[in-house]
């Protein structure tokens, strides 16, 4: 079990891409929460299995000509934390 604080930058307020997020982490077997930042950025928190959280992570970087995201992703930075005890769902914040 690992924790990631994912930071994403772009286009990626007011467009969905919170509600796809979170949708994307559930299929994953995610918990945490995605987050509007008053920056303009989006925290992503998601807690669960490491192969989980890359593959977020890949999803989160896909050029969106691939898939249906929402937005546009200009940068990606991930911090890795102690995992946190009692996360339950994935929620939008």
């Given at each position: 079990m690992?924790?990631?604080?994912i930071f994403v930058r772009g286009?990626?307020?007011?467009?969905?891409?919170?509600w796809w997020t979170r949708a994307r982490?559930?299929?994953?077997?995610l918990v945490g929460h995605a987050l509007n930042l008053p920056d303009g950025r989006v925290e992503v928190n998601a807690q669960g299995e490491r192969a989980g959280i890359d593959a977020?992570?890949?999803?989160?970087?896909?050029?969106?000509?691939?898939?249906?995201r929402p937005g546009r992703v200009d940068a990606v930075v991930t911090?890795?934390?102690?995992?946190?005890e009692?996360?339950?769902?994935?929620?939008?914040?």
């Open positions: 690992e924790r990631a604080v286009r990626v307020q007011g467009v969905g891409f919170r982490a559930l299929e994953l077997g977020l992570l890949e999803l989160l970087r896909e050029d969106p000509s691939t898939h249906s911090q890795w934390h102690e995992v946190r009692g996360l339950t769902g994935f929620v939008e914040r």
